[in-house]
T-cell receptor
């Protein structure tokens, strides 16, 4: 049973446009969500996170939106750049924000973003 | 600060052998987690160590084990290797900030090929 789902395995976007990557989750205990970017042969790089007490978090060109009622989050990249081309993973955790110490991330299977110059 | 380091970066083994992978976390990070990445299953959690104790364990057979040393460095061991163990093994160390939010920082991974 996949608790974190990224239903689009790939996405192509023109340079300068907005990239929207989506993620759905099923476990209502998840209260902290992260996005990672991964290049081939490298480990994932942390991008941005959001806790369940917020519905939006921004960091430069990256914005994450959380819709708890729909159990859905999305990552917006504006404007998209060719260097953003990578696989993006959504990850979720239960209990981290509350400090309960559940240090286990559940990952989606990733979305490959291609930004076309 | 130096990032998470993993050794070796690449490894080729044959079925039935065992392998030990090493991870050095970011200085000051006390939690180390291990993940397996395969094309079919994506990133899957193996286990997490904090202060030399396994605090969390994923759904993997007992052939997969790990430990953490007093300096927070961690090793994972896979015994009786199977072809399906071929994967990228990622280590992550984590830090909890003042707001109680924890972020895991990943190493480059060890690519294991089992022949």
């Amino acid at each position: 049973d996949q608790q974190v789902k990224q239903n689009s395995p790939s996405l192509s976007v023109q340079e300068g446009r907005i990239s929207i990557l989506n993620c759905d989750y099923t476990n209502s205990m998840f209260d902290y969500f992260l996005w990672y970017k991964k290049y081939p042969a490298e480990g994932p790089t942390f991008l941005i996170s959001i806790s369940s007490i917020k519905d939006k978090n921004e960091d430069g060109r990256f914005t994450v939106f959380l819709n708890k009622s729909a159990k859905h989050l999305s990552l917006h990249i504006v404007p998209s750049q060719p260097g953003d081309s990578a696989v993006y993973f959504c990850a979720a955790s239960a209990g981290l924000y509350s400090g309960a110490g559940s240090y286990q991330l559940t990952f989606g299977k990733g979305t490959k973003l291609s930004v076309i110059p | 600060k130096a990032g998470v380091t993993q050794t070796p970066r690449y490894l080729i083994k044959t079925r039935g052998q065992q392998v030990t992978l090493s991870c050095s976390p970011i200085s000051g990070h006390r939690s180390v987690s291990w993940y397996q990445q395969t094309p079919g299953q994506g990133l899957q959690f193996l286990f997490e160590y904090f202060s030399e104790t396994q605090r969390n364990k994923g759904n993997f057979p007992g052939r997969f084990s790990g430990r953490q040393f007093s300096n927070s460095r961690s090793e994972m061991n896979v015994s009786t290797l199977e072809l399906g163990d071929s994967a990228l093994y990622l280590c992550a160390s984590s830090w909890v900030d003042q707001r109680g939010q924890e972020t895991q920082y990943f190493g480059p991974g060890t690519r294991l090929l089992v022949l």
